[in-house]
């Protein structure tokens, strides 16, 4: 054989590596992605991460390759690289400002308020935010100085795309732990964990096929934990209910997710009747959901009449609001339902035509209640004109209703909370008979950092108690000063009409303030002691029930707004089946906390779902099985609640949503 001969035989048997052109650059790109969010990989994430990459960049380079010229791929890999570097930087950037990872199924309803404040937006973006540009900085070098060599059949580098995507598979739920990362991934039940644990790239893929595929839910029924002390229960009562309706529906049921629902809820425990049962029971009810309520807005000297509710009426030190993927229309919903929302949608809007026969407004409604709702913005955001008559509302007022009234003031940003309230005590004179008054605020939203109405008008009076507070705080304690002067009306409203000694006011805040340094925040509300559980003490929230004969009692069970349904039910002894609602009444002693990334926070300590640690509190031990039972437990919650909306499940159970007791 001649020297020329064997030199073009050497030449075909090599391979092929212009797919490192892309390979390189999105490698670089996740590494930094993963490091300034999550840290180091670990082992199994570096291979799952390097399978995938492998097999993308080798399918683009071979598609591309198809055209013959090297022109295409250069023009196509630069697309890819300026796309997934801009895509991985606003979702770093939406994680500061929203607490969330964004998706396609709630990006459009995110959209529209980053929208409004674009420039707030990209000043939350850190320094360390811009290096995801290494993506296309990195692309371009390649191409301009390194000659990979692209000769060669195609076959090889196609063989190892391949093969690079055959063991991707198996390797998911390598080191898994407590989580199946198949299971979340299948289901997208944790948009945290797929990014962590399979990369930012892997996760945009996914999050489009989500959109099109939904997994079945997979249901592990196992004995819940009960590691609580026993809950001392009122004797002279008893929760019993007939379910003899309930059994004979489920016998003859088909839908075999329904067949599930149906035997994981009727075989649920039946929380009993405790001493706070019907403490309440008659009363009037103002529940008011506020506007980015945090400890910071409940001040002795600046917002006195909140200060006064909280110390002096029930106050719940544990209690915590989740950030859901759109947080006020989820945390409002889900204290309507008690059910835990989707995390690839808003969820309140995607299912907003659903009833909710079990609902808290249909509850009270189905006692002789009148309920209405009132709110200072209009259906932008959320659809409540349509939401919250299927939640038992019987009317809402937004601001265009308030507007009507041509006396009523129109400011610079949100509008102003004293006047919702004065709006709704207007409603409230025309009502005989107990009423269920639900309110909605606005005027605490952000921004802060710009000058509006309500974020300057008390700014003389805050310097004079704070004066080295940053302007934002000052301006949103102005706005929370707006807040409290209505409560103030309200009170004065209660009392001087004979409503004070019956009526319950109930507060609780829909997500932490937006965009504020929470070590300042915390720094800021020394006075409640900002002990907290790692990232997830931001979630931890004010919950407050006032009325004036109340003794000031600050109740240590953990607890969310998941919860909330079933204990005022409990509260004000309202015709409840105990096993429909995903949260707990907590007076039955300490609930589970589940955040929106899966985490989970009890009185044994916090388990973060990420890096699969349980970290329990100082002092507390806990049995091996622990952990893996309030997890199973977790992911049951979760699950389930996902199998009752995609089968509109308490509507397609009506006639079981408002039980039939079994008398003693």
């Known amino acids: 054989m001649s020297k020329k001969q064997h030199k073009k035989k050497k030449t075909k048997l090599r391979f092929n590596l212009s797919f490192l052109y892309l390979f390189i650059p999105m490698f670089l790109l996740e590494t930094v992605f993963h490091f300034v969010q999550f840290g180091l990989f670990d082992i199994f994430t570096f291979l799952r991460i390097i399978l995938f990459l492998l097999f993308l960049s080798i399918f683009i380079w071979f598609i591309c390759s198809l055209f013959k010229k090297k022109k295409v791929y250069f023009i196509v890999g630069l697309i890819i690289m300026i796309w997934f570097s801009a895509y991985s930087f606003v979702e770093l950037i939406f994680k500061n400002f929203m607490g969330d990872f964004y998706s396609f199924g709630t990006v459009s309803d995110g959209a529209g308020r980053i929208a409004q404040y674009a420039l707030i937006f990209l000043s939350a973006a850190k320094i360390p935010y811009y290096f995801c540009f290494i993506g296309i900085i990195s692309y371009l070098l390649l191409w301009k100085f390194v000659k990979f060599n692209d000769h060669g059949p195609v076959q090889l580098p196609l063989i190892v795309g391949i093969l690079s995507f055959l063991l991707m598979i198996p390797c998911i739920n390598l080191g898994s732990g407590v989580n199946s990362i198949f299971d979340v991934y299948n289901s997208f039940s944790n948009k945290t964990i797929i990014i962590d644990k399979m990369g930012i790239e892997h996760f945009f893929f996914r999050d489009l096929s989500a959109l099109f595929y939904k997994a079945p839910e997979k249901i592990i029924i196992e004995d819940d934990p009960d590691d609580d002390p026993p809950v001392e229960t009122v004797t002279v009562k008893k929760r019993a209910f007939d379910d003899s309706e309930w059994k004979a529906i489920a016998a003859n049921e088909e839908n075999s997710n329904m067949q599930t629902l149906d035997s994981y809820l009727m075989n649920r425990k039946i929380t009993q009747p405790n001493e706070m049962t019907g403490k309440f029971e008659g009363y009037n009810f103002i529940y008011f959901m506020v506007e980015a309520f945090d400890y910071l807005a409940i001040d002795k000297d600046l917002t006195p009449t909140l200060y006064k509710m909280y110390t002096e009426g029930y106050s719940y030190y544990n209690h ?16 309507y339902t008690s059910i835990f929302p989707y995390v690839n949608t808003c969820t309140p809007n995607y299912v907003a035509a659903i009833n909710y026969p079990h609902a808290l407004g249909y509850l009270f409604k189905n006692e002789g209640y009148t309920t209405f709702g009132i709110h200072n913005w209009r259906d932008e955001f959320y659809e409540r004109k349509m939401i919250l008559p299927n939640c038992g509302i019987d009317t809402f007022y937004d601001i265009d209703d308030i507007w009507q009234d041509t006396s009523i003031q129109h400011t610079d940003g949100w509008q102003s909370d004293s006047m919702l309230i004065e709006q709704a005590i207007k409603h409230i004179k025309e009502i005989n008979g107990p009423y269920f008054c639900d309110i909605i605020t606005s005027v605490m939203h952000f921004p802060y950092e710009e000058s509006t109405y309500w974020g300057d008008h008390y700014l003389d009076q805050i310097n004079e108690i704070h004066p080295d507070w940053g302007i934002d705080y000052k301006r949103y304690m102005s706005k929370c000063m707006d807040f409290d002067h209505g409560l103030q009306i309200l009170l004065d409203y209660l009392e001087s009409s004979g409503q004070a000694d019956n009526t319950i006011i109930c507060i609780y805040p829909d997500h932490r303030p937006y965009w504020m340094d929470y070590d300042t925040v915390m720094e800021y509300t020394r006075w409640i002691d900002p002990n907290r559980f790692g990232e997830n ?86 049995d091996d099985g622990y952990v893996s039972k309030t997890n199973n437990a977790v992911q049951n919650t979760i699950r389930i609640s996902y199998l009752i909306l995609d089968e509109d499940y308490h509507q397609n159970r009506r006639s079981i949503c408002y039980p039939k007791k079994i008398e003693e």
């Open 537 to 622: 003490g931001i979630y931890r929230s004010p919950f407050i029930i006032y009325n004036k004969n109340l003794d000031g009692t600050v109740n240590y069970n953990y607890c969310s707004t998941l919860d909330h349904v079933p204990t005022i039910a409990n509260l004000f002894d309202l015709n409840y089946d105990p096993r429909l609602y995903m949260g707990t009444d907590l007076y039955n002693g300490n609930n589970t906390v589940i955040l929106a990334n899966g985490n989970w926070i009890t009185d044994k300590g916090w388990y973060d779902t990420t890096s699969e640690t349980f970290y329990p509190n100082v002092g507390v031990e806990v």
């Open 320 to 335: 915590y609001t989740p950030l859901y993927s759109c947080a006020t229309g989820e945390s409002e919903w889900v204290s």
